[in-house]
């Protein structure tokens, strides 16, 4: 049995250094809690940056699971297999959307809906072709493909992988006015977070969802919203976008769609949007495969019911309770929705990273985002004495 210095020492030598993980290596998980290879326990609070929003191995999902494995797992769409129709149907019915598109990462989802829009915008609102233009925000984060890291404003992320692709224009994310004055004719999409994730768990101000759902309709743009961490009851609504009762043209969504057990990712539209696809223009093997489908089905059955959501609401005011305070005493800015907090480290204490160094001396894992915000996301099965610990964790690293 290797200990936690050899794992580091193997997994350092022979997989590539593209990320920075704490020095922690986890051998088990069971509902909020994860089990280091030493026996060490620690409450999971970053929560697979929301894929584990059911938190690990939750029975309904596992038996989904192990019964699909024992059936059958891939077809390939070459075929038709009994998973995808009403999982198709489920997802979509969620969601308020006419159909689905199912794929597996949440990059490729996002791709999936950049390659609708566009087609869509030369199909339908009649742009000419290859002058499409889609709208991002500053601060962005869609995932890590070239086109993808294109229109990234996240140095790391983005250079040295150019040549770019172009047609990409960037505002302000939360600047209403700003979004009205880059829409023009060749505008096909605005695809935003609602609030932003990797950005540091970003809201944006009260009414601006609204906004950009009224400058699409006035663009006659697609409102495309990457629900790939924000959604699925992170919140305490299946979709954030819901907070002010805004429904997009196309939700993007992926992460806890898989239930932490699988990569899931859809996009969700309408008929006259996703009908622009036909055979062959576009596709993935893995994409609306049985077992993935099954376990996605058992994901919109257990949203459906309401309870996640309605606990994200419950223990996020607890948590808000709890860390509010932490304000001028070591904390800057403290935001929340739902089971969801970005905390603003004050500069000239110890830096994000080393919080989380300390928080995960104190059993709490949790994980820094751009250097000084700590973002929690503990799975929505916590308990009110788990966001306790918590909060007391984060109250003693910070005093
Ligand atoms: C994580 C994330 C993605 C990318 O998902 P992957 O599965 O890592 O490709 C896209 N959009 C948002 C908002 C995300 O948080």
Redesign the pocket.
Known sequence: MLDTRAHIALTEHYAAHNYHPLPVVLSHGEGAWVTDVEGRRYLDCLAG?SALNFGHGHPRLLARAHAQLDRLTLTSRAFLNDQLGPFAEALARLTGHEMVLPMN???EA?ETAIKVSRKWGYRVKGVPEDTASIVVMEGN????TTTIVSFSDDKVARDEYGPYTPGFRTVRYGDADALRAAVDDTTVAVLL?PIQ??GGVLIPPDGYLRDVRSVCDEAGALMVA?E??SGLGRTGRTFACEHEDVQPDVYVL??ALGGGLY?V?AIAADHAVLDVITPGSHGSTFGGNPLAAAIGHEVVQMLEEGEFQSRATRSGVLLADGLRPLVGHGLDAVRIRGLWAGLDVSPGGPSGRELCERLLERGILAKDTHGSTIRLAPPLVVTDDEVRMLVDAVTDVLA
């Open positions: 940056y990462t949440g990059a996002v984060f869609h995932g890590r977070e994730g990797e990457d790939v961490q992926g992460k990569p990712s």
